[in-house]
């Protein structure tokens, strides 16, 4: 092998590589932005799941709080998504269960990932969510429908001023990531790309 040949070589080895870096940093930016976004509420990304105390069910029947609820499907998501009621009143303190409506049209079995987002997002810290379908993928068989439910409470520390709360849903399809989220057919491909390479040295 010759001097060229062995550079030519190293250079493709050092490519491979940042390329396979840049992979798995791309499956870092998600959880680092969970991260940041818990940490400052950018965004109206709302909490996980609340555990409700005695407090928190004591209910502030001197005011009410206007929920309202949007629904938005990614670009690459056939599947028919809605709230059964666009806006609902709560008095702080309150458990509330409102039910999302989901169909899947197409003829294959899919799995689907809502992420919530909440404004204003100073009223983030007040919006607690018990039980929500966003918690896990959700996974429907072709053609099959069903409702899947959201339990919230509003926390009585909510500021006086604010006085609706806009909670948002956007859905995607996750159908070709596995439970952790590690998207198989990108890997499958990355290593495939590698092995071509690698035998062309």
């Known amino acids: 092998m010759t001097q060229t040949q062995n ?3 190293r250079t493709i080895s050092k490519l491979i590589l940042a390329v396979v870096g840049m992979f798995g940093f791309g499956f870092a930016l998600v959880p680092l932005y969970d991260v940041f976004c818990d940490l400052t509420g950018i965004n109206g990304k709302t909490k996980g799941r609340y555990e409700a105390s005695v407090e928190t069910q004591i ?3 001197s ?3 206007k929920i309202q609820f949007i629904t938005h499907n990614n670009e690459s998501m056939p599947w028919d998504f809605k709230p059964t009621v666009a806006e609902i009143r709560v008095n702080p303190g309150k458990m509330t269960q409102v039910d999302f409506f989901a169909r899947n049209p197409t003829d294959r079995r899919m799995v689907a990932q809502a992420v919530p987002s909440l404004s204003p ?3 983030v810290d007040y ?3 018990t039980e929500c379908f966003c918690f896990n993928q959700q996974v429907l068989e072709a053609k099959e429908e069903t409702l899947m439910p959201l339990i919230f409470v509003v926390d009585k520390a909510l500021p006086k001023d604010i006085k609706v709360l806009t909670l948002s849903y956007t859905i995607f ?3 070709q990531f596995d439970q952790s989220g590690f998207d198989k057919k990108a890997f499958n ?3 495939e790309d590698q092995v071509i390479v690698a035998g062309s040295l």
């Open 59 to 61: 209910v502030d029947e």
């Open 63 to 65: 005011r009410t709080v």
């Open 7 to 9: 550079k030519h070589g």
């Open 189 to 191: 491909q990355n290593k």
């Open 121 to 123: 997002s100073q009223g």
């Open 173 to 175: 399809d996750q159908s």
């Open 127 to 129: 919006f607690h969510k």
